[in-house]
């Protein structure tokens, strides 16, 4: 089943909320296809703050985290920050590669168990760059 999200633009950032499975699909393609298409998105409504919740079934192996990160390089600026909410605690692990990855790439990534986290994360990056 391939992934299907929604964007929602909630003031100072994009809300994008994704549903499917991970099981039976590419998984890197399915997510780099997903963020090409929210970076566009993005900068076209001058957005630099995402606010990311994940809702999928299974898990995504260590290759796979390796290629999105590499794979998402070519469509983020320096001034994007993406919160990153996996609904899926059996995912920590994975997240915690991923977070790793994205800042030795220069993406400012951060991964959170719970969307309110996430938003206080995004609100304070909101705050420091507006002053």
């Not at 290629?67 to 070519?74: A, F, K, L, T």
């Not at 994205?102 to 168990?113: K, P, S």
């Amino acid at each position: 089943m391939s992934y299907q999200y929604t964007t929602t633009e909630c003031g100072y950032y994009l809300r994008v909320e994704v549903k499917g499975s991970r099981e039976r699909t590419d998984v890197t393609h399915q997510s780099l296809t997903m963020w090409e298409r929210v970076a566009s998105l993005c900068k076209a409504k001058e957005n630099n703050l995402i606010l990311a919740v994940f809702h999928l079934d299974g898990t995504r192996s260590l290759m796979d985290t390796f290629n999105i990160v590499e794979g998402v390089q070519n469509w983020l600026w320096p001034e994007l920050a993406i919160a990153y909410v996996d609904t899926d605690p059996v995912n920590q692990k994975e997240n915690i590669i991923a977070e790793q990855s994205a800042m030795m790439h220069g993406i400012n990534f951060r991964t959170f168990l719970t969307e309110e986290d996430g938003l206080r994360w995004l609100k304070a990056m909101h705050s420091t760059k507006r002053h």
